[in-house]
């Protein structure tokens, strides 16, 4: 038993090993944890464990042979790796996309925001130690799973965006059950809040905890919900528009500080929950808008883009997500790096963590949605 | 169990002159005129002049409560043999009551048999036999309880004679020497008049004969270990005084020491010898090099002959009284343990299906109906698997700590009153007993947390003792609100001391005793790791905390102790404060003027045909469900069904009728119970885990100031509240009781409502029938992907 306990300089604490094996880090994540009984000192976030080149890879593949990694940065929310090297490929070579493929990419990908935040939250409360909210968030997400499986082929994995568009049409029917799937959804989002969002053990275990301010979410680089949860009202979506995000209408859900401080677990969680009704209210507009047309640009089948580099942000569902891309003018990517928001949110767990306790990293590594293919890639 | 008793003994030069019986001080001081009455009681009996007789004491009597066809044992010191033996019942006190009956709510006035001693002196004598030197017994017959009662019912051919008699007062034995002479001592039954009253133990009643068997096997044991040793075959000595040596082997040790056939040995050096156990017995207490044996030799020239013989080594073996502690313990323990596994396995189930309905899954429906026997597939496959102990795990601490936290859960097991005489033991300290036991529970989870050697069950571990010792406060003294007002510690009596009707639960007591309920939940909540209180065993925090590293039947054994401590959490609430055992209503409409068909037996027979008729129905369900032709659902289905309810009528009234009424009561106690496993499912269903400070603070900082806020206002409640305020009291919380349970099942009504649902009783019933929902085209409110992938499909 002697080497549960070891001296160091900060004297007398417990050396813990969470992970990469550990049920609440989700994926491969690894932290070591200093530890003084049940309040830490450090939580050392330590990444790599689902590191798979993916970024040496596109110099290998051809242009649209690489949409399929793709999909592997981030398998919670793939439809938007899909569309960040999509639209890249598309501002190198000045395609054009049309317009009902550019409502169908917002239509996929805001069904898959909904699906990645359910999981989200689904974990994030079963981490506080409430199993029920998970398998209904799941259930709902089957159905986006069901839906998004008639669109393009597969439940996790999509590879649906296309340079110029989209893989495929929507099939016969499927309105119908998207608008049946919202129907049932939006109702569904009160029902959660009555769940489990209200529910004053599950407030006490995340308000206050993680507080991170505006400034510090700023120098650390939080993007998307984290950020908004900070109280910066920016979303790409509508401050950098791309797509045809500027044609609609949404609210960003920032946070305030509802239950406790501004900036803390509870608005990260919460800032969550209200983007999904904002994506549910993206994707009704979508389809009143969507015209007739085709759904995708004719590009060649061995496709050549111009030497350049260009740089594209993406709201994912876990943040803004940027595509920076290099061409020399041949068949293959010279340069491609992702930034994603998982690998930022990891830096500051470890300044958070001083002086928390261990159930709460838990509740912060929750709140921050980090995925581990996305901090690795 | 029993309070330190009250003896006399033997004879006194008093008792000679004029045989009055002594009795203790306390009577004595209490009841000044008993004496006189006494000696006149044995007036009759005590004519002949005292000769020289032997003296005895009288230790203890069982049991109090008396039916018809008990034993009734008196222990003693050395009863003679010979001789004949009276019991003479007295009164204590003025009021003569002699035997009462068996409740203390039932305004029953003890049975005054005899109000006046003096004129009824030899009515309530009895006359024993000596089973053993230390024990005389005397079986109660119809007669004697008709006189204790004196209502006709024990007559001959009446049924219903089985309402027993508590005796209150003093038990005397008085003995008639063959030469006339009389001794006499008298026993003082510990619980006096108005005390409280202990139900009979009826399954205690086979422990004698055990203990007797187990005596008689671990006696064997020694003698054939005596035998093994010298080498011989003892037989009975002719005459009773030693034992003598039926065969001697050749080369053995008492062939060497020059022992023969025949030889009756009286003596191991100074100890006399009776029989085979006495010597036995008197060998393994005489080891040394020369044992010095006395023989009387039939026929040979020196009648006593002394032999040595070498007992140094002698095996050590434990002594008999081990030995038989150890039988009755394992043979108690297997029965018990055949009992309370079902307990386990069926909560284990019930949440996982509750659970998973809950939270819109189907839950484990696979084994056995409903998957009902998955409890004992789980239990089957994890005995199957490996057992590993970690490296450098402390492997003593590591493999004794489940059976740890078993024993303490089991052990509660032992003072849970399943019914009036549905109990193992109802000791008077009960439920001091229970919560010590349970205490235990502590020691096995550090144990295992510390002996894994592993970080994350030592962190759980410490969790827990911090967790369970801390709410053990509020809980205890969210009991002894409940002790305070039963007067009692023991189960039965705090069960005896509420009713059976909801407003005289002792939650509808008084409002701190309303809140006391729901501070002794939390508490044991607490105390069994459940939810909100799981920290010990945080998933997502400590994998699965203390039992992180155990595998295989070790895991098996703590999880299985933690879901029968949820049903005892049910049972220990049921008992405390939601009534028991205790049937609504009078005990008379219970049992019935006749004996046979009365509420009893009408209430048992509709519950029986209900779940009868439920099994049939689902039965036939399961038909439509496989296709089978309608006609021979109905050829087969009915039939069935009408025998398995005309066979459960028959049986309802068949049987005598107190079997009835203790079935109400196990099953009126069990839905009590399982009410609250169930709540404790749903709460598991719908809470999110406490953190470890917010838990503290939420013990220390209000669960214990409240907990003696509300002891010490029933202690004022007790003392000073009148009758028309615990009246209205008692009212009043039933109401808001009636109202919470109201409100649930509005509110249940209302979210079903909500769905969508055709809440209509059909439509819920073929649910329940088939398990498939009636309302496919709504799947969108309720719907599952099942139904979603079928109309994709379609």
């Given at each position: 038993?002697?080497?549960?306990?070891?001296?160091?300089?900060?004297?007398?604490?417990?050396?813990?090993?969470?992970?990469?094996?550990?049920?609440?880090?989700?994926?491969?994540?690894?932290?070591?944890?200093?530890?003084?009984?049940?309040?830490?000192?450090?939580?050392?976030?330590?990444?790599?464990?689902?590191?798979?080149?993916?970024?040496?890879?596109?110099?290998?593949?051809?242009?649209?042979?690489?949409?399929?990694?793709?999909?592997?940065?981030?398998?919670?929310?793939?439809?938007?790796?899909?569309?960040?090297?999509?639209?890249?490929?598309?501002?190198?070579?000045?395609?054009?996309?049309?317009?009902?493929?550019?409502?169908?990419?917002?239509?996929?990908?805001?069904?898959?925001?909904?699906?990645?935040?359910?999981?989200?939250?689904?974990?994030?409360?079963?981490?506080?130690?409430?199993?029920?909210?998970?398998?209904?968030?799941?259930?709902?997400?089957?159905?986006?799973?069901?839906?998004?499986?008639?669109?393009?082929?597969?439940?996790?994995?999509?590879?649906?965006?296309?340079?110029?568009?989209?893989?495929?049409?929507?099939?016969?029917?499927?309105?119908?059950?998207?608008?049946?799937?919202?129907?049932?959804?939006?109702?569904?989002?009160?029902?959660?809040?009555?769940?489990?969002?209200?529910?004053e053990?599950?407030?006490?275990?995340?308000?206050?905890?993680?507080?991170?301010?505006?400034?510090?979410?700023?120098?650390?680089?939080?993007?998307?919900?984290?950020?908004?949860?900070?109280?910066?009202?920016?979303?790409?979506?509508?401050?950098?528009?791309?797509?045809?995000?500027?044609?609609?209408?949404?609210?960003?859900?920032?946070?305030?500080?509802?239950?406790?401080?501004?900036?803390?677990?509870?608005?990260?969680?919460?800032?969550?929950?209200?983007?999904?009704?904002?994506?549910?209210?993206?994707?009704?507009?979508?389809?009143?808008?969507?015209?007739?047309?085709?759904?995708?640009?004719?590009?060649?089948?061995?496709?050549?883009?111009?030497?350049?580099?260009?740089?594209?942000?993406?709201?994912?569902?876990?943040?803004?997500?940027?595509?920076?891309?290099?061409?020399?003018?041949?068949?293959?990517?010279?340069?491609?790096?992702?930034?994603?928001?998982?690998?930022?949110?990891?830096?500051?767990?470890?300044?958070?963590?001083?002086?928390?306790?261990?159930?709460?990293?838990?509740?912060?590594?929750?709140?921050?949605?980090?995925?581990?293919?996305?901090?690795?890639? | 169990?029993?309070?330190?008793?009250?003896?006399?003994?033997?004879?006194?030069?008093?008792?000679?002159?004029?045989?009055?019986?002594?009795?203790?001080?306390?009577?004595?001081?209490?009841?000044?005129?008993?004496?006189?009455?006494?000696?006149?009681?044995?007036?009759?009996?005590?004519?002949?002049?005292?000769?020289?007789?032997?003296?005895?004491?009288?230790?203890?009597?069982?049991?109090?409560?008396?039916?018809?066809?008990?034993?009734?044992?008196?222990?003693?010191?050395?009863?003679?043999?010979?001789?004949?033996?009276?019991?003479?019942?007295?009164?204590?006190?003025?009021?003569?009551?002699?035997?009462?009956?068996?409740?203390?709510?039932?305004?029953?006035?003890?049975?005054?048999?005899?109000?006046?001693?003096?004129?009824?002196?030899?009515?309530?004598?009895?006359?024993?036999?000596?089973?053993?030197?230390?024990?005389?017994?005397?079986?109660?017959?119809?007669?004697?309880?008709?006189?204790?009662?004196?209502?006709?019912?024990?007559?001959?051919?009446?049924?219903?004679?089985?309402?027993?008699?508590?005796?209150?007062?003093?038990?005397?034995?008085?003995?008639?020497?063959?030469?006339?002479?009389?001794?006499?001592?008298?026993?003082?039954?510990?619980?006096?008049?108005?005390?409280?009253?202990?139900?009979?133990?009826?399954?205690?009643?086979?422990?004698?004969?055990?203990?007797?068997?187990?005596?008689?096997?671990?006696?064997?044991?020694?003698?054939?270990?005596?035998?093994?040793?010298?080498?011989?075959?003892?037989?009975?000595?002719?005459?009773?005084?030693?034992?003598?040596?039926?065969?001697?082997?050749?080369?053995?040790?008492?062939?060497?020491?020059?022992?023969?056939?025949?030889?009756?040995?009286?003596?191991?050096?100074?100890?006399?010898?009776?029989?085979?156990?006495?010597?036995?017995?008197?060998?393994?207490?005489?080891?040394?090099?020369?044992?010095?044996?006395?023989?009387?030799?039939?026929?040979?020239?020196?009648?006593?002959?002394?032999?040595?013989?070498?007992?140094?080594?002698?095996?050590?073996?434990?002594?008999?009284?081990?030995?038989?502690?150890?039988?009755?313990?394992?043979?108690?323990?297997?029965?018990?343990?055949?009992?309370?596994?079902?307990?386990?396995?069926?909560?284990?189930?019930?949440?996982?299906?509750?659970?998973?309905?809950?939270?819109?899954?189907?839950?484990?429906?696979?084994?056995?109906?409903?998957?009902?026997?998955?409890?004992?597939?789980?239990?089957?496959?994890?005995?199957?698997?490996?057992?590993?102990?970690?490296?450098?795990?402390?492997?003593?601490?590591?493999?004794?700590?489940?059976?740890?936290?078993?024993?303490?859960?089991?052990?509660?097991?032992?003072?849970?009153?399943?019914?009036?005489?549905?109990?193992?033991?109802?000791?008077?300290?009960?439920i001091l007993?229970?919560t010590?036991?349970?205490?235990?529970?502590?020691?096995?989870?550090?144990?295992?947390?510390?002996?894994?050697?592993?970080?994350?069950?030592?962190?759980?571990?410490?969790?827990?003792?911090?967790q369970i010792i801390s709410y053990e406060v509020p809980g205890g003294l969210a009991i002894l609100t409940a002790v305070l007002m039963a007067g009692s510690l023991?189960?039965?009596?705090i069960?005896?001391a509420q009713?059976?009707?909801?407003?005289?639960w002792f939650i509808c007591e008084n409002p701190a005793a309303f809140c006391a309920f729901f501070v002794l939940f939390i508490a044991l909540l607490a105390e069994?790791?459940?939810?909100p209180f799981?920290?010990?065993?945080?998933?997502?925090?400590?994998?699965?905390?203390?039992?992180?590293?155990?595998?295989?039947?070790?895991?098996?054994?703590?999880?299985?102790?933690?879901?029968?401590?949820?049903?005892?959490i049910?049972?220990v609430l049921?008992t405390l404060y939601l009534?028991?055992?205790?049937?609504?209503?009078?005990?008379?409409?219970?049992?019935?003027?006749?004996?046979?068909?009365?509420?009893?037996?009408?209430?048992?027979?509709?519950?029986?045909?209900?779940?009868?008729?439920?099994?049939?129905?689902?039965?036939?369900?399961?038909?439509?469900?496989?296709?089978?032709?309608?006609?021979?659902?109905?050829?087969?289905?009915?039939?069935?069904?009408?025998?398995?309810?005309?066979?459960?009528?028959?049986?309802?009234?068949?049987?005598?009728?107190?079997?009835?009424?203790?079935?109400?009561?196990?099953?009126?106690?069990?839905?009590?119970?399982?009410?609250?496993?169930?709540?404790?499912?749903?709460?598991?269903?719908?809470?999110?885990?406490l953190?470890?400070?917010q838990m503290m603070d939420m013990c220390w900082k209000y669960l214990v100031p409240i907990g003696f806020g509300i002891f010490g206002f029933v202690a004022l409640w007790v003392a000073y509240a009148p009758?028309?305020l615990r009246?209205a009291m008692h009212?009043l919380l039933a109401?808001v009781l009636?109202?919470v349970?109201?409100?649930?099942?509005?509110?249940?009504?209302?979210?079903?409502?909500?769905?969508?649902?055709?809440?209509?009783?059909?439509?819920?019933?073929?649910?329940?029938?088939?398990?498939?929902?009636?309302?496919?085209?709504?799947?969108?409110?309720?719907?599952?992907?099942?139904?979603?992938?079928?109309?994709?499909?379609?």
């Amino acid at each position: 038993m002697s080497d549960l306990v070891f001296e160091d300089e900060f004297g007398e604490e417990l050396s813990l090993n969470m992970g990469p094996q550990h049920p609440s880090t989700h994926g491969v994540l690894r932290f070591v944890v200093k530890a003084d009984g049940e309040v830490m000192k450090r939580a050392i976030p330590d990444v790599g464990y689902l590191h798979r080149s993916i970024e040496k890879i596109a110099e290998k593949m051809t242009w649209p042979g690489f949409m399929p990694y793709t999909d592997r940065v981030d398998y919670l929310a793939a439809m938007f790796c899909n569309e960040g090297w999509a639209v890249a490929v598309e501002r190198l070579m000045g395609q054009e996309v049309p317009e009902r493929a550019e409502y169908l990419r917002v239509i996929s990908c805001e069904l898959n925001r909904i699906a990645s935040h359910l999981i989200a939250v689904g974990t994030m409360a079963m981490d506080i130690g409430a199993l029920t909210p998970f398998p209904y968030a799941l259930r709902e997400r089957e159905t986006i799973n069901d839906l998004i499986e008639e669109l393009c082929g597969a439940r996790l994995t999509y590879n649906y965006h296309r340079i110029g568009g989209v893989a495929w049409d929507m099939p016969k029917g499927w309105y119908d059950k998207c608008i049946r799937f919202l129907d049932h959804f939006e109702p569904t989002v009160e029902e959660f809040d009555r769940l489990i969002t209200g529910n004053e053990i599950f407030v006490q275990r995340l308000a206050n905890v993680g507080v991170v301010p505006l400034e510090m979410a700023v120098d650390y680089g939080l993007v998307g919900p984290n950020l908004r949860a900070s109280g910066l009202d920016y979303d790409v979506r509508r401050d950098e528009a791309y797509s045809v995000y500027p044609k609609l209408q949404f609210e960003v859900p920032v946070g305030r500080g509802m239950r406790g401080t501004v900036g803390d677990s509870y608005d990260r969680y919460f800032v969550r929950v209200r983007e999904m009704a904002e994506s549910a209210k993206i994707i009704r507009q979508c389809f009143d808008q969507m015209p007739q047309g085709p759904f995708k640009a004719k590009t060649k089948k061995k496709l050549k883009v111009p030497a350049g580099e260009v740089v594209v942000r993406i709201e994912s569902a876990r943040g803004e997500m940027t595509w920076y891309v290099v061409s020399d003018g041949g068949e293959k990517a010279y340069r491609c790096h992702v930034r994603t928001g998982s690998f930022n949110a990891m830096g500051i767990i470890e300044p958070l963590s001083e002086g928390v306790m261990i159930a709460d990293l838990v509740a912060l590594i929750a709140s921050f949605d980090v995925v581990a293919p996305e901090i690795d890639r | 169990m029993r309070a330190p008793v009250q003896r006399t003994g033997a004879q006194t030069p008093a008792m000679r002159a004029a045989p009055v019986l002594r009795t203790c001080n306390r009577s004595l001081s209490r009841v000044p005129l008993r004496a006189p009455a006494m000696a006149l009681a044995l007036g009759t009996l005590t004519l002949a002049a005292p000769a020289a007789a032997q003296a005895f004491e009288v230790h203890d009597v069982e049991p109090a409560r008396v039916y018809v066809g008990t034993t009734l044992e008196i222990f003693g010191t050395g009863f003679p043999a010979d001789g004949t033996y009276q019991i003479l019942f007295a009164g204590d006190g003025g009021a003569g009551a002699l035997f009462k009956g068996p409740e203390l709510n039932e305004k029953d006035t003890p049975v005054a048999v005899c109000p006046d001693p003096a004129r009824c002196p030899v009515q309530l004598a009895l006359t024993p036999s000596v089973v053993r030197p230390d024990r005389l017994a005397v079986v109660i017959d119809r007669t004697f309880m008709e006189r204790l009662r004196g209502d006709g019912r024990c007559a001959a051919g009446a049924r219903d004679c089985d309402v027993p008699r508590v005796f209150l007062g003093d038990i005397s034995v008085i003995r008639t020497a063959p030469g006339g002479a009389v001794t006499a001592a008298s026993f003082e039954y510990p619980l006096g008049a108005g005390g409280p009253v202990r139900p009979p133990l009826r399954l205690e009643l086979f422990t004698p004969a055990l203990r007797d068997l187990a005596d008689d096997t671990a006696r064997a044991l020694q003698i054939g270990l005596a035998e093994d040793f010298l080498g011989v075959k003892l037989g009975d000595a002719p005459g009773g005084k030693g034992v003598m040596l039926a065969e001697v082997v050749a080369g053995g040790r008492a062939a060497k020491a020059g022992l023969a056939k025949g030889d009756v040995l009286d003596k191991v050096l100074a100890t006399p010898i009776v029989d085979a156990a006495s010597f036995a017995a008197a060998l393994s207490e005489a080891p040394g090099r020369n044992v010095i044996l006395r023989i009387k030799r039939p026929g040979a020239p020196a009648p006593v002959i002394e032999k040595g013989v070498d007992l140094s080594d002698y095996p050590v073996r434990p002594p008999p009284q081990i030995l038989s502690v150890l039988f009755v313990v394992g043979a108690c323990s297997a029965v018990f343990l055949l009992f309370i596994m079902p307990f386990g396995g069926i909560v284990t189930w019930v949440e996982r299906r509750v659970w998973a309905r809950m939270q819109s899954r189907v839950g484990p429906n696979r084994v056995g109906p409903q998957g009902f026997l998955q409890w004992i597939a789980d239990g089957l496959k994890n005995m199957q698997k490996e057992d590993l102990v970690p490296t450098d795990a402390d492997s003593v601490l590591f493999r004794l700590a489940p059976y740890f936290v078993f024993l303490a859960v089991i052990g509660t097991f032992v003072v849970l009153p399943f019914g009036r005489y549905l109990i193992p033991a109802d000791m008077n300290i009960g439920i001091l007993y229970l919560t010590s036991v349970v205490a235990l529970e502590v020691v096995g989870v550090l144990m295992s947390g510390w002996g894994s050697n592993s970080k994350w069950a030592l962190i759980g571990g410490m969790r827990s003792a911090a967790q369970i010792i801390s709410y053990e406060v509020p809980g205890g003294l969210a009991i002894l609100t409940a002790v305070l007002m039963a007067g009692s510690l023991s189960t039965q009596d705090i069960i005896g001391a509420q009713g059976g009707a909801p407003w005289h639960w002792f939650i509808c007591e008084n409002p701190a005793a309303f809140c006391a309920f729901f501070v002794l939940f939390i508490a044991l909540l607490a105390e069994g790791n459940r939810t909100p209180f799981d920290l010990p065993e945080a998933e997502s925090e400590l994998v699965s905390g203390f039992a992180t590293e155990y595998s295989g039947f070790r895991y098996l054994v703590f999880f299985f102790a933690e879901w029968v401590n949820l049903y005892v959490i049910g049972a220990v609430l049921t008992t405390l404060y939601l009534g028991g055992w205790q049937l609504p209503g009078p005990e008379w409409w219970w049992k019935g003027e006749g004996g046979g068909a009365a509420g009893a037996t009408l209430v048992l027979y509709v519950v029986l045909a209900g779940v009868m008729a439920v099994v049939a129905a689902l039965w036939l369900f399961k038909l439509v469900w496989i296709g089978m032709p309608r006609w021979l659902q109905h050829a087969v289905g009915f039939p069935l069904f009408a025998a398995v309810t005309a066979g459960a009528g028959a049986l309802a009234f068949l049987a005598p009728s107190s079997w009835h009424v203790e079935a109400l009561r196990l099953i009126v106690f069990q839905v009590k119970a399982m009410s609250i496993v169930f709540i404790c499912i749903w709460l598991r269903a719908t809470l999110p885990r406490l953190r470890i400070d917010q838990m503290m603070d939420m013990c220390w900082k209000y669960l214990v100031p409240i907990g003696f806020g509300i002891f010490g206002f029933v202690a004022l409640w007790v003392a000073y509240a009148p009758g028309w305020l615990r009246t209205a009291m008692h009212a009043l919380l039933a109401v808001v009781l009636f109202g919470v349970i109201g409100a649930f099942f509005w509110r249940a009504w209302v979210n079903l409502k909500e769905t969508g649902a055709d809440v209509g009783l059909g439509a819920r019933l073929k649910l329940a029938m088939t398990g498939y929902k009636v309302h496919d085209e709504r799947w969108v409110r309720v719907g599952s992907m099942a139904e979603h992938g079928a109309a994709k499909r379609s």
